[in-house]
């Protein structure tokens, strides 16, 4: 069965843009979750996704949105980039929300 | 919300050696994880072990909940299990909250 997978693997943009970040789960897995790892912070949860709901959202500004469309896959959006957004953003899907999740290889973004 | 702290943050071995990384949580949990980072940034499932024992090869991993602990045993330890370990915690609180809180790691270095 295939893997986590996120496109783009890597990412350069400049200050003000915005990006989208995609994300397909394993196949018939429902829940999908994204995490932002950087040096100074560490991994913090963004939000988490089951059948194109969002179920919960961790503690980052408004520019950071999400959706879950109805074949499971999820997209990321940061709109406005800032310089410390840069960060390896990575999408994580289980069978449902409480089970064991497993991670695709991330998005690595660099803002300029 | 949970907190999760690992100990040792560093950690350096001569090949061969044993190894165990500990993860405390401050709360009751229902999933936890422990993971091995690789050096392109994905995240490597070891071991979903909210309670009990398990092993795989030469890991193992045995969660007390009720001490709020985990602890993760590395025997004849080899040079590609150098990285970073991480220990990730959930609490469903009222039925929702299924994000994982990570801590900040234990870096290990394993050297021929």
């Known amino acids: 069965k295939a893997g986590v997978t996120q496109t783009p693997r890597y990412l350069i943009k400049t200050r003000g843009q915005q990006v989208t970040l995609s994300c397909s789960p394993i196949s018939g897995h429902r829940s999908v979750s994204w995490y932002q790892q950087t040096p100074g912070q560490g991994l913090q949860f963004l939000f988490e996704y089951f059948s194109e709901t969002q179920r919960n959202k961790g503690n980052f500004p408004g520019r950071f949105s999400g959706r879950q469309f109805s074949n499971s896959r999820s997209e990321m959006n940061v709109s406005t980039l800032e310089l410390g957004d840069s960060a390896l953003y990575l999408c994580?899907?289980?069978?449902?929300?409480?089970?064991?999740?497993?991670f695709g290889p991330g998005t690595r973004l660099t803002v300029l | 919300g949970i907190q999760v702290e690992q100990s040792p943050p560093d950690l350096i071995l001569q090949e061969g050696a044993n190894s165990t990384l500990r993860c405390n949580f401050s709360?009751?949990?229902?999933?936890l994880q422990w993971f091995h980072q690789n050096p392109w940034g994905q995240l490597i499932n070891l071991f979903y072990i909210p309670s009990g024992t398990k092993q795989n090869g030469r890991l193992s991993a045995t969660t007390v909940a009720t001490e709020r602990y985990s602890l993760l045993y590395i025997s004849s330890s080899q040079t590609t299990d150098s990285g970073v370990y991480f220990c990730a915690v959930a609490a469903f609180k009222g039925g929702s909250n299924y994000k994982l809180t990570f801590g900040k790691g234990t870096l290990l270095t394993v050297n021929p």
């Open positions: 994580a899907s289980s069978l449902e929300g409480q089970a064991d999740k497993f």
């Open positions: 709360d009751s949990v229902n999933n």
